[in-house]
Nanobody, 123 residues
Framework: QLQLVESGGGSVQAGGSLRLSCTASGRTSTNYAMAWFRQPPGKGREFVARAGWSGAPYYSNSAKGRFTVSRDNAKNTVSLQMNMLQPEDTAVYYC?????????????????WGQGTHVTVSS
């Protein structure tokens, strides 16, 4: 089992920045890929970014150039630095973990999930 806890959400004006963090506990010795998803109000959950076990990043088109995903395996954390935030980035952001090296953007491929953290971007 793997437990994930997100932090760092909040409210920011358009153009601002936020940094989300996710701390894993439990079976952290297993090679999990870590990802961030988000669920905007009234919409489904969507992929944002992924960091493989080695830290190799993969981004959604909406995140490219604005968001940076990074992980620290020694501290069992994965972070999402979000810059140039826009109102359409308003969502609940979730940290998730999947086994194996394959790059997955579908939430059904992720086994473990955090509770989510709210991000609100005002115009």
């Amino acid at each position: 089992q793997l437990q994930l806890v997100e932090s760092g959400g909040g409210s920011v004006q358009a153009g601002g920045s936020l940094r989300l963090s996710c701390t894993a506990s439990g079976r952290t010795s297993t090679n999990y890929a870590m990802a961030w998803f988000r669920q905007p109000p009234g919409k489904g959950r969507e992929f944002v970014a992924r960091a493989g076990w080695s830290g190799a990043p993969y981004y959604s088109n909406s995140a490219k150039g604005r968001f940076t995903v990074s992980r620290d395996n020694a501290k069992n954390t994965v972070s999402l630095q979000m810059n140039m935030l826009q109102p359409e980035d308003t969502a609940v952001y979730y940290c998730a973990a999947s086994l194996g090296p394959a790059i997955h953007t579908s939430d059904i491929k992720y086994t473990f999930w955090g509770q989510g953290t709210h991000v609100t971007v005002s115009s």
